[in-house]
């Protein structure tokens, strides 16, 4: 692996051990193959897309290539790195070696020099190579004066473009180009590397705080190096998995299981004891929750018999199977869905530590999100009489009988529809669905869906009848293709017999710790 001179000032260790040659490049052997044989057999292309996800090797791999192209070296495809082109290009002095990043050039002036400047001839080396970075960045005037060059260079030159989101580039780009994918890295290789690397700085580490590291890179080279790097400044030599948590915010497997099992089996104040607990101690949010997501992504493997690809060891896989017969496979599934949905909010929420609180909360309580819809009351005749007049017609000498059959089946099909209303509106806007929680349908009358509001939910009582009318009135008539049918409301509470006492209920505010009290108090509607 190359490294920098040992007498300059402090390097970064993805920069001092960044890959000089093909051979060093890890988890591309694809990539690798593909352009070495092109060198060997005289096959490159005018213009390459090198397109992944960040720190997987793109920018090391066009460095490589343009060495290998224009080494002097008595080498067939690697590059010597000790003749004067090597130096220079790895050095990023080489004149005909040009690295433009597209997200401070992506004007289309920025292009025309370079077409102004791309038919002269190498000065230095064999070829003229245009290394472009984050190539998606670029306008579409830059894109399009680039066309006729990209599509027609002159001799001995090589286009490089790299980028994390091909598919920002246009049509006519990617046909113009061979595009080469990076994939992410797994786990080991990066554990591998990194193992080399400390073997390197003589740092002490065990293999679990390795494959800490290495799990949290999330199949980037580059950041896991970083993070390496980042530990080794805070400890120095001898680095603990302690010091590991410290730097990610976050905290131990025992420590986390023991959140994880409260929230399966849904013990509602543990749970949020021990949230709160992580809070106070500084953890950090967003790494919880990927953590947390984590766990219930390694219990849905086993649940489905897939233990052997995950990379754990035989306790911790002891304890999660001993967990994974709490719970089923669609509580799991329907749990990562929801929580990659606050992955999502908690870079935008001001207070992202209390939005994950109220987010476990309710997706422990017994109408969770995802959770299949309460039971709706049967609408008695008084409540809801178009249900029996719309019906077939009644038999010559109807019979007591058959009447309650066709009820029995009419109700049943508007539960039914009740369900498919809730999921078209949590698709529609996931929030609507929620406030839809406090809501209880009771049925159909003409073109009018009533829907009866609950006590105590003021909050979510005003978002129905403004914000999110419109949303309920197009599912309602999305499920029963009717354009004409529309919502209307009950304002009184139901009466207790209406709504089925829960198998699991919540806590009340004075069970409930007092750190947590505005977390409970927005579910009985007296914050918002």
Same mark, same amino acid.
């Given at each position: 692996?190359? @490294? @920098?001179?040992?007498?300059?000032? %402090?390097?970064?260790?993805?920069?001092?051990?960044?890959?000089?040659?093909?051979? /060093?490049?890890?988890?591309?052997? %694809?990539?690798?193959?593909?352009?070495? !044989?092109?060198?060997?057999? &005289?096959?490159? +292309?005018?213009?390459?897309?090198?397109?992944?996800?960040?720190?997987?090797?793109?920018?090391?791999?066009?460095?490589?290539?343009?060495?290998?192209?224009?080494?002097?070296?008595?080498?067939?495809?690697?590059?010597?790195?000790?003749?004067?082109?090597?130096?220079?290009?790895?050095?990023?002095?080489?004149?005909?070696?040009?690295?433009? &990043?597209?997200?401070?050039?992506?004007?289309? =002036?920025?292009?025309?020099?370079?077409?102004?400047?791309?038919?002269?001839?190498?000065?230095?080396?064999?070829?003229?190579? @245009?290394?472009?970075?984050?190539? %998606?960045?670029?306008?579409?005037?830059?894109? !399009?004066?680039?066309?006729?060059?990209?599509?027609?260079?002159?001799?001995?030159?090589?286009?490089?473009?790299?980028?994390? /989101?091909?598919?920002?580039?246009?049509?006519?780009?990617?046909?113009?180009?061979?595009?080469?994918?990076?994939?992410?890295?797994?786990?080991?290789?990066?554990?591998?590397?990194?193992?080399?690397?400390?073997?390197?700085?003589?740092?002490?580490?065990?293999?679990?705080?390795?494959?800490?590291?290495?799990?949290?890179?999330?199949?980037?080279?580059?950041?896991?190096?970083?993070?390496?790097?980042?530990?080794?400044?805070?400890?120095?030599?001898?680095?603990?998995?302690?010091?590991?948590?410290?730097?990610?915010?976050?905290?131990?497997? /025992?420590?986390?299981?023991?959140?994880?099992?409260?929230?399966?089996?849904?013990?509602?104040?543990?749970?949020? !004891?021990?949230?709160?607990?992580?809070?106070?101690?500084?953890?950090?949010?967003?790494?919880?929750?990927? =953590?947390?997501?984590?766990?219930?992504?390694?219990?849905?493997?086993?649940?489905?018999?897939?233990? &052997?690809?995950?990379?754990?060891?035989?306790?911790?896989?002891?304890?999660?199977?001993?967990?994974?017969?709490?719970?089923? +496979?669609?509580?799991?599934?329907?749990?990562?869905?929801?929580?990659?949905?606050?992955?999502?909010?908690?870079?935008?929420?001001?207070?992202?530590?209390?939005?994950?609180?109220?987010?476990?909360?309710?997706?422990?309580?017994? %109408?969770?999100?995802?959770?299949?819809?309460?039971?709706?009351?049967?609408?008695?005749?008084?409540? !809801?009489?178009?249900?029996?007049?719309?019906?077939?017609?009644?038999?010559?000498?109807?019979?007591?009988?058959?009447?309650?059959?066709?009820?029995?089946?009419?109700?049943?099909?508007?539960?039914?529809?009740?369900?498919?209303?809730?999921?078209?509106?949590?698709?529609?806007?996931?929030?609507?669905?929620?406030?839809?929680?406090?809501?209880?349908?009771?049925?159909?009358?003409?073109?009018?869906?009533?829907?009866?509001?609950?006590?105590?939910?003021?909050?979510?009582?005003?978002?129905?009848?403004?914000?999110?009318?419109?949303?309920?009135?197009?599912?309602?008539?999305?499920?029963?293709?009717?354009?004409?049918?529309?919502?209307?409301?009950?304002?009184?509470?139901?009466?207790?017999?209406?709504?089925?006492?829960?198998?699991?209920?919540?806590?009340?505010?004075?069970?409930?710790?007092?750190?947590?009290? &505005?977390?409970?108090?927005?579910?009985?509607?007296?914050?918002?």
């Amino acid at each position: 692996m190359g @490294y @920098y001179n040992a007498h300059m000032s %402090h390097v970064t260790f993805y920069r001092k051990y960044r890959s000089l040659l093909f051979s /060093e490049i890890k988890g591309q052997e %694809h990539i690798v193959q593909t352009l070495l !044989n092109a060198i060997q057999y &005289d096959r490159l +292309s005018h213009a390459y897309i090198f397109s992944g996800p960040r720190g997987t090797g793109k920018t090391s791999t066009a460095r490589i290539l343009a060495k290998a192209l224009n080494c002097t070296g008595n080498t067939d495809t690697e590059p010597c790195l000790t003749c004067s082109n090597c130096i220079k290009i790895s050095k990023g002095n080489a004149v005909d070696v040009i690295e433009l &990043d597209a997200a401070s050039h992506t004007g289309v =002036d920025n292009i025309r020099d370079l077409n102004d400047k791309i038919n002269f001839a190498p000065l230095e080396c064999l070829y003229k190579i @245009y290394i472009i970075d984050e190539a %998606h960045m670029l306008s579409t005037g830059a894109f !399009n004066a680039l066309l006729k060059t990209l599509e027609e260079p002159p001799e001995k030159t090589l286009f490089i473009l790299a980028t994390t /989101e091909p598919h920002k580039l246009p049509a006519t780009i990617h046909s113009r180009c061979q595009q080469l994918h990076f994939r992410c890295l797994k786990t080991q290789e990066i554990v591998d590397n990194l193992k080399h690397i400390a073997i390197q700085e003589s740092i002490t580490l065990t293999d679990v705080s390795l494959l800490t590291i290495a799990r949290n890179a999330s199949g980037c080279m580059r950041d896991a190096i970083s993070l390496l790097d980042q530990v080794y400044s805070f400890r120095g030599a001898s680095i603990s998995q302690d010091d590991i948590y410290m730097i990610l915010g976050t905290t131990n497997f /025992e420590q986390l299981m023991a959140l994880v099992t409260h929230f399966v089996k849904g013990d509602i104040t543990p749970a949020l !004891n021990t949230l709160s607990k992580f809070m106070d101690d500084g953890l950090n949010s967003t790494q919880l929750l990927g =953590d947390i997501t984590e766990i219930l992504r390694q219990l849905l493997f086993i649940k489905l018999g897939l233990s &052997d690809q995950l990379e754990l060891d035989d306790a911790r896989l002891e304890q999660l199977s001993s967990l994974v017969k709490e719970v089923t +496979s669609d509580f799991l599934v329907s749990r990562l869905e929801a929580f990659a949905r606050v992955a999502s909010d908690l870079k935008w929420f001001p207070n992202p530590n209390l939005l994950l609180q109220v987010k476990l909360l309710t997706l422990m309580s017994p %109408h969770s999100p995802n959770e299949t819809p309460m039971e709706i009351p049967s609408p008695t005749p008084k409540e !809801n009489p178009p249900l029996v007049k719309d019906q077939e017609p009644a038999p010559a000498a109807p019979q007591k009988e058959p009447v309650t059959t066709i009820n029995t089946k009419q109700e049943k099909s508007d539960q039914e529809k009740w369900s498919d209303v809730l999921n078209h509106t949590r698709k529609t806007k996931a929030s609507a669905f929620l406030a839809l929680q406090n809501v209880t349908f009771m049925g159909i009358s003409g073109t009018e869906a009533s829907l009866k509001l609950h006590k105590g939910f003021q909050f979510h009582k005003e978002k129905i009848q403004s914000e999110y009318k419109d949303i309920i009135n197009a599912s309602f008539r999305e499920v029963y293709q009717n354009p004409q049918l529309k919502i209307t409301f009950v304002e009184q509470s139901p009466p207790e017999t209406d709504v089925k006492p829960s198998p699991n209920p919540q806590p009340s505010p004075t069970q409930t710790p007092k750190t947590i009290n &505005d977390v409970v108090d927005l579910f009985q509607g007296k914050v918002i």
